[in-house]
């Protein structure tokens, strides 16, 4: 790994050996893949963890950097307690979960190994500075179907007493962190067919309370048409909300409808139409629920808020001279990518037709003083496809908000003999000083950023080494473009 540092002009330019790859970027939906089979019971509560999963050892020491090529892995991360960071690095004996704080050491502790997993999705934060993980785990009957856990750990690294549990879906689930608890959106495909004005499966929510106690909520149907809504988010308040269009085939006259399912189904209020096509939800700090709407080939694009009441309220935007263009570069349907929504209601609606266009939005939905921002360079993009592949895509490098508003985009390299750069954009609209921050070596790039709340951001950079292999790493950058630190976390 390079340590080298130097700063020119306004800019930091580091090296670093880096790379973990094919990771989905972060505007995916966390998804996992579970088994098909019926739904539970409405109200029913899961097994206890003990029954599921008698085998499961407690959590074990492990070692960074995790060691092989990072081609193929997905490192994920979320902010943790203190200002620190928690990785999630897929490794030969199962996902390694880590600690960081801002000098790149794990706390005491970490890292760790999940017991029993094959693979891990993102780590999720809660309240008291602990954090929740859910794995698919070794399956000893050799099929594809493993067991789903969903996994409890204490900033020190010990598991909470009961878990893992088992989430008892059988579908996807999406999940997020509400209070202290583990909230889950979880559906059912009905199978292969699915007849035009029929719901496609069942959807429900779950809940996972720290005491391990998981409820199941009641069942709704998901989605009508043939494949059902095209993508859910979890608000804050436990209540999945989906997007479904109908014509996508011709966009002009596409349509959308907003759905919900909450823990007692389909919340008064819901569905709504909506007039064109629209992203899938974002939402603030107070519950609303943000939606972008227009063709993400030419403006103009709008956006739309509601509350958790089904209700239009203030904040929505009129026209605006900018492109909602989506997140996917690849085979299949393209849709406006959803906004970017901070606490307050600030929305951020970005381009990347050519180079970059970024509109800010103050919470009354009035464009900002000093916006728009405009970068000749366009976003990252993430993972690989290969020259042959059929059907890739990969998903763009997804901006995040940190406190203050402050806007960090994730730009591809400006000419061939650089790396990717990270800028930071205040809510004027102009770039902060320090920023941007530049990797030196060709070819290396920022896939994901994450911001603590106390403005650290921890960036995941991928870097090529000799013999088609790749290194990733984490740097630690100040709210002045300092970097801090360097932590390389997957190494040949």
């Not at 602990?130 to 594809?144: A, E, H, K």
């Not at 402050?406 to 954009?425: D, E, K, N, Q, T």
Request: proline share 10%.
């Amino acid at each position: 790994m390079h340590h080298s540092l130097s700063r020119v002009a306004t800019t930091i330019v580091v090296g670093l050996l880096v790379v973990a790859c094919a990771s989905a970027a972060s505007s995916a939906p966390i998804t996992t893949a579970l088994p098909n089979s019926s739904p539970p019971a409405s109200g029913s509560t899961s097994p206890r963890p003990t029954d599921l999963f008698p085998s499961l050892s407690p959590p074990v020491p492990a070692a960074l950097p995790v060691r092989g090529s990072a081609y193929g892995l997905g490192v994920l991360m979320a902010p943790g307690p203190d200002g620190g960071v928690y990785i999630s690095v897929p490794g030969p004996d199962g996902s390694v979960l880590a600690l960081l704080d801002r000098d790149g050491i794990p706390r005491a502790g970490w890292p760790i190994t999940v017991p029993g997993s094959v693979s891990c999705g993102q780590p999720v934060s809660v309240e008291d500075g602990s954090v929740r993980i859910v794995c698919t785990l070794d399956n000893p009957q050799g099929n594809m179907f493993g067991p789903i856990g969903a996994f409890a750990f204490d900033s020190t690294g010990s598991s909470h007493a009961g878990w893992p549990v088992d989430l008892a879906a059988h579908g996807l689930v999406t999940v997020r962190a509400v209070g202290d608890g583990l909230i889950a959106h979880a559906w059912t495909i009905s199978g292969d067919v699915i007849l035009e004005g029929q719901p496609a499966g069942d959807s429900w929510i779950m809940t996972a309370d720290p005491d391990a106690t998981v409820r199941n909520g009641a069942r709704a149907p998901y989605g009508m048409g043939c494949c059902g809504p095209d993508e859910w988010a979890l608000g804050p308040d436990g209540v999945a909300y989906g997007v479904v269009h109908h014509g996508a085939a011709t966009l002009a006259r596409t349509t959308s409808e907003l759905t919900a399912v909450g823990p007692d189904g389909v919340p008064a209020g819901f569905p709504i139409a909506i007039e064109g096509i629209a992203s899938r939800p974002a939402f603030d700090a107070a519950g609303r629920i943000h939606v972008t709407v227009g063709l993400p080939i030419e403006p103009p694009a709008r956006t739309l808020v509601f509350d958790p009441d089904g209700r239009a309220v203030v904040g929505r935007s009129g026209e605006l001279d900018i492109t909602a263009t989506s997140d996917w570069r690849g085979a299949g349907n393209v849709f406006p990518a959803a906004p970017l929504v901070g606490a307050d209601g600030t929305t951020f609606i970005i381009e990347t037709l050519a180079g970059t266009s970024v509109i800010g939005l103050g919470p009354s939905g009035q464009v900002m003083p000093g916006w728009p921002y405009r970068s000749d360079v366009g976003l990252e993009d993430t993972g690989f496809c290969g020259p042959h592949d059929t059907g890739c895509g990969q998903y763009r490098a997804t901006p995040t908000i940190g406190p203050g508003n402050v806007l960090y985009l994730l730009h591809a390299a400006a000419s061939p003999s650089a790396g990717g750069s990270i800028v930071a954009i205040g809510p004027d609209g102009r770039v902060r000083p320090g920023w941007p921050v530049e990797l030196r070596q060709p070819g290396a790039e920022f896939w994901s950023v994450t911001v603590g709340s106390d403005g650290t951001a921890y960036v995941l950079a991928i870097e090529p080494e000799s013999g088609d292999t790749y290194s990733a790493g984490i740097l630690a950058i100040a709210p002045d473009g300092t970097v801090l630190s360097t932590t390389t976390i997957v190494d040949p």
